[in-house]
């Protein structure tokens, strides 16, 4: 486990883990005058298709922003649209995904807060993709970096394995955020010290593979000092 004061990721042209933040799914379904859970579908089938396309690019880990803590503060209406999406998902798209590609789903985030149901689905995949060692996906759900780092802390025997008990445990390379806002919104911060952050202004819905190859070109003609 890297040191403390030393934890980035390594300086390579292919990013070994990059972060999605799938914005604007609101914004497009009130374009698309469809309803939310219409739009939180088309997203999780990009997901699933990007997801496919980095792993054959040759990255290893992929982080995935689905939900805030604040999230859940939403009208109920708008929570119960993401959790029935999401629970689909993990049954149909995620499970397909992980066992095609062989990689392990992880999920990070205050899992007290969420649904008897929701988290047993969550449980599940976990359990029935533990096993897989091709590469990771963490799915950010509920996620909070605060909760993240005094859980890891409270498990830590020392203070060299508290990186070891993060919910995500290895720095993030590159991260790509949709919907026009320049801001992580609390995104794996820790983790994220040393990425390259790249915001875009479409909507996650209208984004196609090619953005992403865009992307993964530009960071590979990257000179990364990591502060030396």
């Not at 205050?110 to 897989?132: A, P, Q, V």
Request: net charge neutral; hydrophobic share 40%.
């Amino acid at each position: 486990m890297e040191n403390l004061s030393d934890f980035h990721p390594a300086s390579t042209k292919i990013p070994g883990h990059i972060g999605l933040i799938p914005d604007g799914g609101r914004r497009w379904a009130a374009r698309e005058g469809i309803s939310l859970a219409g739009s939180y579908s088309t997203t999780k089938l990009l997901l699933g298709r990007f997801c496919d396309f980095l792993f054959e690019s040759g990255i290893h880990e992929i982080s995935i922003y689905l939900s805030s803590i604040q999230n859940f503060r939403r009208q109920q209406s708008e929570i119960e649209a993401f959790n029935n999406v999401s629970k689909i998902a993990f049954a149909n798209e995620i499970y397909h995904l992980a066992e095609r590609r062989q990689v392990r789903i992880v999920v990070a985030g205050k899992r007290e807060i969420l649904t008897g149901d929701y988290l047993k689905t969550i449980e599940s995949i976990e359990s029935i993709t533990s096993g897989f060692q091709k590469g990771t996906v963490n799915l950010c759900i509920a996620y909070n970096p605060v909760e993240e780092l005094i859980e890891s802390i409270l498990k830590a025997e020392n203070k060299s394995s508290i990186l070891e008990n993060l919910w995500v445990k290895t720095p993030v390379d590159l991260i790509i955020r949709s919907g026009g806002a320049n801001l992580l919104s609390n995104f794996l911060p820790l983790q994220s010290g040393f990425a390259r952050i790249y915001f875009l202004e479409k909507l996650f819905n209208d984004l196609i593979v090619h953005d992403i190859q865009i992307i993964l070109d530009e960071f590979s003609k990257l000179d990364r000092k990591f502060g030396t």
